[in-house]
């Protein structure tokens, strides 16, 4: 057994000599290499991180949330749907929410205000997120005009500020009191955004919005999981947007690399019938291609993916932030916490280190088994 272990020692230690001697060529297709799988592997983890974020986000969210549908359009839902709602058997709270959007001409963003079921503030002050406190340059203490329905200037005292750590979901959120709400907006006492539902048995989710839409046919019930897996689809669109965008520059390297990997040049040639003239069984010349191709590609996946773990988890992914999160007047600045799906990585391993290992042995194989003489000649 150890002289197994010394024979393969040996080989390493001359196949990494074998690559310092074309360390020009090598360091090229290894530069190449590291940036693809960068590239890959920072899509990868940016969106699953996102999706990761959204479902963490929804966790909190309603079971049930139903809107009121006017010509195919979401439109104001009357109070009293909530009392018929809670009737339903099943069904363990229902309530009327009342949320929409703000559009702010002077910095060209959209806010979005929301009633709280419980808000600790006083008539005529409000609660914002930390993206509007920057972009109004407003502090605790300070008043915030906007426009009522009306046209007229609406006073609002600053009372609160939230903080950094909850900018992903609060970053162009205002919280406020019911009055001030209606009256910003011109809601009627009588009407709400939409009515949300607490159903006490999950099993019982798809039951209740049937019921729902049996008693309310002018009603629209949102499961909770209908809303997670449209997040899960508007970021797997533009993760594939991404990957589209980058096949062909992935297309072109694997041209490059199999190019490389399968031609051998003459030199590596009469290596190979050096070595098997002095004694080296085919064996011994396809396991020193063998780790030559796997150290080459392994440390280049190692090498890329690091890189996009530390682009995405700590420099906030510069490169793609655009791209994936949307566009938005009003960018929340957080820090994605790192969750990594290992079938992905996986995925991208096989993809991008076993072709190439295989791609060097294959034509190593054809030289070996050709006579050493002719090889040399």
Request: aromatic share 10%; no cysteine.
């Amino acid at each position: 057994m150890s002289r197994w272990i010394e024979k393969q020692r040996n080989i390493v230690d001359f196949t990494l000599a074998s690559l310092l001697r074309r360390k020009g060529k090598n360091a090229a297709l290894a530069l190449v290499y590291t940036g693809v799988i960068f590239l890959l592997a920072s899509v990868m983890f940016f969106t699953h991180a996102l999706r990761k974020e959204a479902s963490l986000v929804l966790r909190n969210a309603p079971d049930v949330v139903v809107q009121k549908m006017v010509a195919g359009r979401h439109d104001l839902i009357p109070a009293d749907y909530a009392d018929r709602i809670r009737k339903i058997r099943g069904v363990t709270g229902a309530r009327v929410r009342l949320w929409g959007y703000y559009f702010d001409p002077i910095t060209g963003a959209n806010y979005t205000l929301m009633v709280p079921e419980k808000f600790a503030g006083e008539r005529g002050s409000i609660s914002i997120g930390s993206g509007i406190a920057k972009n109004r340059l407003a502090l605790t203490g300070d008043m915030l005009v906007l426009r009522t329905h009306t046209g007229e200037p609406f006073m609002l005292r600053v009372a609160d500020t939230f903080s950094a750590e909850s900018e992903l979901v609060s970053s162009d959120l205002i919280l406020m009191t019911e009055e001030d709400f209606r009256e910003l907006f011109g809601i009627p006492k009588q009407y709400g955004t939409d009515v949300v539902l607490t159903v006490g048995n999950r099993q019982e989710l798809t039951t209740v919005a049937r019921k729902v839409t049996e008693l309310l046919p002018d009603t629209r019930p949102l499961l909770r999981d209908e809303i997670l897996r449209t997040y899960d689809s508007v970021f797997n669109w533009r993760g594939g947007i991404i990957t589209v965008l980058l096949s062909g520059a992935l297309f072109a390297f694997i041209i490059f690399a199999w190019d490389k990997a399968s031609g051998l040049s003459a030199e590596e040639r009469r290596e190979i019938g050096i070595l098997k003239a002095i004694g080296w069984e085919t064996s011994d010349v396809l396991l020193m291609k063998f780790w030559e191709g796997a150290a080459l590609s392994l440390s280049s996946f190692l090498t890329g993916t690091l890189l996009a773990y530390v682009h995405v988890f700590f420099a906030a992914s510069p490169l793609f932030e655009p791209a994936l999160k949307g566009w938005s007047v009003l960018y929340p600045e957080f820090r994605l916490t790192p969750f990594i799906d290992g079938s992905q990585l996986a995925t991208l391993f096989f993809l991008a280190v076993v072709p190439y290992t295989v791609a060097t042995v294959v034509p190593s194989w054809r030289a070996a088994t050709v006579d050493p003489d002719a090889v040399m000649r």
